[in-house]
């Protein structure tokens, strides 16, 4: 597979994994995400690695998760994918977030170092 491709599979799954949240999604953010990692949370509060992992539960708060990859451009052993993540709560009210995400690639492969979670528009109440 190419790297385009990679990352796209990569930053589609992290969104599974959120949801999941069960030994084998823990075990795959262990892995993807840089022993260095700085990710804003979409309410602007900054964590670590160590942090964001010791967050990821198997009850998830929303009913459903997705990501759809607006961008990936890869320079090198750096990429930049931009990813629009879509949650569901249980009430039905979807909200979307624009994840800006920094990779960098090593003998692990691609690894994220940097991820930027913001709140795109309103909630949308359920039908």
Do not use: C, Y
Request: charged share 25%; glycine share 6%; net charge negative.
């Amino acid at each position: 597979m190419s790297d385009d491709e990679v990352l796209r599979s990569l930053n589609i799954s992290v969104a599974d994994w959120e949801q999941r949240g069960d030994e084998t999604a823990v075990a795959r953010f262990d892995e993807i995400l840089s022993d260095d990692l700085l990710f804003r949370r979409a309410n602007g509060e900054v964590v670590d690695k160590t942090t964001f992992i010791a967050g990821v539960s198997p009850h998830s708060p929303f009913a459903d998760r997705t990501s759809e990859v607006l961008s990936v451009q890869v320079l090198g052993k750096n990429a930049l994918v931009i990813v629009m993540v879509t949650t569901t709560d249980p009430q039905g009210v979807a909200s979307q977030f624009r994840n800006v995400r920094a990779l960098t690639h090593s003998d692990q492969g691609w690894q994220i170092r940097f991820w930027f979670n913001e709140r795109w528009g309103a909630p949308t109440p359920a039908h």
